[in-house]
């Protein structure tokens, strides 16, 4: 079956550091666009970085987050320094290619707080 699974979130301290993992299974991973988003109660979710033919991030976390992945093991990634209160969200992992729907994972809850 079609699937991302992430991990990696907690409960963090501001200016701490976490890196989420997604590992893919099911599809082609290679040929599709891989990005995070992530969503706060009563938010919209919001696009927090893109790996495709570029590389793009939020306004707001730009210098702080760094997405990365890894083709021979189906993983994604998403390093997280100096966070912040404001980062609190659920993270989900998402894979596109070309207009097909994108998949989605279940997110994993990140949590900075003192």
């Known amino acids: 079956q079609v699937q991302l699974v992430e991990s990696g979130g907690g409960l963090v301290q501001p200016g701490g550091s976490l890196r989420l993992s997604c590992a893919a299974s099911?599809?082609?991973?290679?040929?599709?666009?891989v990005s995070w988003y992530r969503q706060a109660p009563g938010k919209d979710r919001e696009l927090v970085a893109m790996?495709?033919?570029?590389?793009t991030y939020a306004d707001s976390v730009k210098g702080r987050f760094t997405i990365s992945r890894d083709n021979a093991e189906k993983m994604v990634y998403l390093q997280m320094n100096s966070l912040k209160p404001e980062d609190t969200a659920v993270y989900y992992c998402?894979?596109?290619?070309?207009?097909?729907?994108?998949?989605w994972g279940q997110g994993t809850q990140v949590t900075v707080s003192s």
């Open positions: 998402n894979a596109k290619r070309g207009f097909r729907a994108p998949i």
């Open positions: 099911g599809f082609t991973f290679s040929s599709y666009a």
């Open positions: 790996l495709s033919i570029t590389t």
